[in-house]
């Protein structure tokens, strides 16, 4: 059962790079690190998805490290709009054996 | 494309009563999530539907149930209303069960129960 522990609250200044860690001691070997985005009253939104090293796409960066016990999403000059909740979720979370955890999450206050 | 689609927007109910919810996925999609998030906190997996099946279930007692359709949307029914149900209830869906599937989520059903 991968717990994820993710801080709950961090605050920014637009044009900021920001870096929200994720731990999961107990993640096994064939979990992926996914992290989702959420804005008040709307379902969440994929971000990005990782086994091991480094991803990049459009919106963020996901680093994880070579224990894979931790993960650091990296979300680069950011503005207003990145306002939200962000949840890392780790997992084969949908086989019969698994809990589905999504964790509270980390509630990111971006200030002009 | 279409994305995943949730109703009603808003349901209101008393204690007691019984609440449907309906789901339909993004088209191609096969598995159907459940989740709830009570107001301020986060995310509580409920139930997950793979091709008509119940394929796994979070820690909630049996008055949430739920069943997907051959067209692979689904329905969760609360039943005995209780206060604490109200939250918001969101949809996901994705291609299969995987545990690296991307889900997609729906706008969610706002439950208030009085």
């Known amino acids: 059962l991968a717990k994820t522990t993710q801080p709950i609250s961090m605050d920014s200044y637009e044009g900021q790079e920001v870096n929200i860690t994720c731990s999961h001691n107990?993640?096994?070997?064939?979990?992926?690190i996914t992290w989702y985005q959420q804005f008040p009253s709307q379902g969440p939104r994929f971000i990005i998805q990782?086994?091991?090293t480094k991803v990049t796409n459009e919106v963020a960066s996901l680093f994880i490290p070579a224990d894979r016990k931790s993960s650091t999403l990296s979300l680069p000059r950011v503005s207003l709009s990145d306002t939200a909740v962000y949840y890392c979720?780790?997992?084969?979370?949908?086989?019969?054996?698994?809990?589905?955890?999504f964790g509270s999450g980390t509630r990111l206050s971006i200030r002009p | 494309e279409a994305g995943v689609t949730q109703s009603p927007t808003h349901l209101i109910k008393t204690r007691g009563q019984q609440a449907t919810l309906r789901c339909s996925p993004i088209?191609?999609?096969?598995?159907v999530y459940w989740y709830q998030q009570a107001l301020g906190l986060g995310l509580q997996f409920l139930l997950w539907?793979?091709?008509?099946?119940?394929?796994n279930r979070g820690n909630f007692p049996p008055r949430f149930s739920g069943r997907q359709f051959p067209n692979y949307s689904s329905e969760l029914n609360v039943n005995a209303l209780e206060l604490e149900d109200s939250a918001l209830y969101l949809c996901?869906?994705?291609?299969?069960?995987?545990?690296?599937?991307?889900?997609?989520f729906g706008p969610g059903t706002r439950l208030t129960v009085l």
């Open positions: 990782g086994y091991k």
């Open positions: 539907y793979d091709e008509g099946e119940e394929r």
């Open positions: 979720l780790v997992g084969a979370l949908y086989s019969s054996a698994s809990k589905i955890i």
């Open positions: 088209s191609g999609h096969t598995s």
């Open positions: 996901a869906s994705s291609y299969s069960g995987g545990g690296t599937d991307t889900q997609y």
């Open positions: 107990n993640i096994a070997t064939n979990d992926y």
